[in-house]
């Protein structure tokens, strides 16, 4: 069973960064598709970010230029960095894991079977 546990949310200003992690309880990363999903209150789970077995990849129209994912397959750690945040990212973020390698151009939530608790992220106007 894999465990996800997601780290580094809280309350920045717009225009602030923060560093999400999240953390395996098995290694994975060097097989798995890893993904950052967010949902705001009222609103429908999205992707963010997914990176794949090989290290390629995806992000959402709305956070190109300004989210970075990464994994650190010897740490087991998946990281998002988050610059130049907007009230708009406002969400809980997740981290979820599917148990293949390839992720797609745009991951769907559905696809993957392993999911963290959430950690906030806050962006004040």
């Known amino acids: 069973q894999v465990q996800l546990v997601e780290s580094g949310g809280g309350s920045v200003q717009a225009g602030g960064s923060l560093r999400l992690s999240c953390a395996a309880s098995?290694?994975?990363?060097?097989?798995?598709?890893m993904g950052w999903f967010r949902q705001a209150p009222g609103k429908e789970r999205e992707g963010v970010a997914a990176i794949a077995s090989d290290g390629s990849t995806s992000y959402a129209d709305s956070v190109k230029g300004r989210f970075t994912i990464s994994k650190d397959n010897a740490k087991n750690t998946l990281y998002l960095q988050m610059n130049s945040l907007k009230p708009e990212d406002t969400a809980m973020y997740y981290c979820?894991?599917?148990?293949?390698?390839?992720?797609?151009?745009?991951?769907?939530?559905?696809?993957?079977?392993?999911w963290g608790q959430g950690t906030q992220v806050t962006v004040s106007s």
């Open positions: 098995t290694y994975i990363y060097s097989k798995y598709c």
């Open positions: 979820a894991a599917r148990d293949v390698g390839f992720c797609g151009s745009s991951p769907k939530a559905f696809l993957f079977g392993y």
